[in-house]
């Protein structure tokens, strides 16, 4: 976003596979010759999976990522959501932004290939009456408007991330027909 204060900088979110599986966040000013020091951004007793980062009309930050149950199976609960208006310095964290029941895991109709929600953001940067809206997709199943067999949905938000609209599912095939998707990136 060129007329963002931020214009060049590069960020990078991770979730880190120790602890509590925070998601943490780290950015460069200088095309990767220096990194700020890594950066918590959700601190909490779910586990984290999958980041995915977006930069607003504005140049706001944003990352989404699944929560997960702190024990096995893993089962995604929730997708969380955090935004910083100050090139990631702080931020504001929603680790429930709308609720989920995720297909970590496998899939044995698949020859047990190992999937998981993996949710995935984008930002409307047109110049249409969507412009600023946030979209959010993930796989999910056993949760309206998901069937028994996993459905993309997506989410949406025209208010920078403050509230979501309920989900629709993606894809059009009829539902609880057996068959699967996923990764929906």
Do not use: H
Request: proline share 6%; hydrophobic share 35%; with cysteine.
């Amino acid at each position: 976003t060129p007329s963002s204060p931020f214009y060049g900088r590069l960020y990078a979110a991770w979730v880190r596979l120790a602890g509590n599986f925070p998601v943490e966040f780290s950015f460069t000013d200088d095309i990767d010759q220096t990194w700020s020091n890594k950066k918590v951004i959700n601190s909490y007793s779910m586990r984290s999976s999958g980041t995915d980062i977006e930069i607003g009309i504005n140049g706001e930050v944003y990352i989404c990522y699944a929560l997960m149950t702190s024990v096995s199976p893993f089962n995604e609960n929730s997708i969380g959501f955090a935004k910083s208006t100050d090139g990631g310095l702080n931020w504001i964290v929603n680790n429930n932004a709308f609720e989920v029941t995720g297909i970590t895991g496998v899939l044995p109709t698949k020859s047990n290939i190992r999937v998981n929600g993996l949710p995935r953001i984008a930002v409307d940067k047109s110049n249409s009456p969507y412009r600023g809206t946030i979209y959010i997709v993930t796989t999910q199943r056993n949760r309206f408007p998901a069937g028994s067999d996993p459905d993309i949905i997506l989410v949406k938000s025209t208010d920078n991330g403050i509230s979501w609209s309920n989900p629709i599912r993606v894809n059009q095939d009829n539902l609880n027909n057996g068959k699967i998707q996923y990764f929906p990136s």
